[in-house]
Structures are given as structure tokens and as C-alpha cells.
């Protein structure tokens, strides 16, 4: 990775601890994962697993699980879901933000690389049903 360009996916292979919280407005509820994500070589990118297990307010922690497709894409990195279907980009840069629209709620993400190897996605999630704020935060596991 560059000072200024941000990481390329050959960046991201092998295993990050990952803790994430989310803030549910709407419910009024804190929400707390800890796990490992594992980003794979494949033949045209890398395939992103995550596990680990997740509390959401005073509720019993449960396992929670997420795959996702991510290849070189001309304009940064496409992120796919685990069946191919489109999720977002992440352009250059060390602090790229991106959207996926999933009606009739919005996703919007900022991801922040200013202090790689340790980074953060921080999703705002926005609709008629949802209103939260979820950040994860990688560290390297390796």
C-alpha cells in the first residue's frame, strides 16, 4: 500500500481479528461482535469469511457468520456478495466511501485505511424499518 493510494486487494490476504458495534437508534440497542475475518486467494480475487459471535443487547451471543466476493475492479475494489451479486466498490484512496442501495433502505460506508494495517468500514444504515451505525475494525491476526 501506498501513503496515498490505500491498500490493493493482495493487501487484504490472511486472517484480521475483527470487533464490530453497532448502535441501533431505532431500538434503542447496542450490538457487539468479536470474530476473525479470512480473506482467500481464488482464482479472480479474494473470498472474505467472516465468523464470530454476536450480542445484540442484553440477548444471548450467537454465531454470526458473512461471505463476500471481492476482485480488482478498474476503479478500486468490487465487493460481491457470496452469490455474485453486486454489494459496493471501494475506490482509491485512504478513506473511500461507497453505497449499496437495497430498497427501501440505504447503506452507506466510509472506510478509513489511515492507519493500516489496522482499518475500519463504518456502515450508516438508513430505511423505514433500520437506523444504525455499525463499525468494524480490523487488526491483523497474522
Not at 463499525?135 to 491483523?140: A, F, L, N
Amino acid at each position: 500500500m501506498t501513503k496515498t493510494d490505500g491498500p490493493v486487494l493482495e493487501d487484504f490476504t490472511g486472517a484480521w481479528q475483527l470487533t464490530r458495534t453497532i448502535a441501533d437508534d431505532r431500538q434503542k440497542l447496542t450490538g457487539e461482535f468479536r470474530g476473525t475475518a479470512v480473506f482467500r486467494p481464488v482464482d479472480d480475487g479474494l473470498t472474505y469469511h467472516e465468523t464470530g459471535a454476536l450480542k445484540y443487547g442484553d440477548g444471548t451471543p450467537v454465531t454470526a457468520t458473512q461471505r463476500h466476493i471481492w476482485r480488482k475492479h478498474p476503479s478500486g475494489i468490487a465487493i460481491n456478495f457470496d452469490d455474485d451479486r453486486p454489494f459496493h466498490l471501494i475506490g482509491p484512496g485512504l478513506m473511500p466511501q461507497g453505497t449499496h442501495d437495497c430498497a427501501p433502505d440505504v447503506y452507506r460506508v466510509a472506510y478509513d485505511f489511515t492507519g493500516w494495517p489496522i482499518w475500519t468500514a463504518e456502515w450508516h444504515v438508513s430505511g423505514p424499518r433500520k437506523d444504525y451505525v455499525m463499525t468494524s475494525t480490523y487488526h491483523r491476526a497474522d
